[in-house]
């Protein structure tokens, strides 16, 4: 129930001046109470200024790896554009590719028509001229002969066209 007037460095604690006779505290080194509270201001003065620079610091860390990250998204998405910018690129040059070569098939396929086509009416052709009677070759003129003739391109060839009857 005593004043408090003492402050014991060893224990860290306020005590009163029977206490600082007392077993407890025996050996003890103590300052008086305002002193001790101008000893623990000046470290706690300091600890403030130790965490305030730090915090400062890392407030700075902080903001440089903040503006290292926006710069970083920045080039990203900048890569990202150029990234979707080379695929179209690309998908223009496939689909123009894959145009011209369907085409190229195409005429390719039609070519080999136009020669089976042709080398089937070379056969019906010659198969015509083997018949050696009239009746025969006629019937097959009728049936086959003519109408393929008439139907093969003329105006190529003047001397077949003349050579042709007409319907």
Known sequence: MEPLKLFCENDQRLVCLICKEGEKHGGHSFKPVKEAMEISEKVV???????????????????????????????????????????????????????????????????????????????????????????????????KGFPLVDAISLSENKDIKSALPTK
């Open 45 to 143: 003065r300091e600890a403030l200024r130790f965490i305030l620079h730090d915090n400062k610091q890392m407030g700075d860390m902080i903001l440089s790896q903040m503006l290292e990250m926006t710069k970083s998204m920045e080039r990203a998405k900048r890569l990202e554009e150029k990234m979707h910018a080379q695929f179209n690129k690309m998908h223009d040059f496939l689909r123009k590719k894959e145009e011209e070569m369907v085409r190229q098939l195409r005429r390719q396929a039609s070519s080999a028509k136009l020669q089976i086509n042709g080398s089937n009416q070379e056969f019906i052709l010659e198969s015509g001229l083997q018949m050696s009677q009239p009746e025969r070759f006629l019937e097959w003129w009728s049936e």
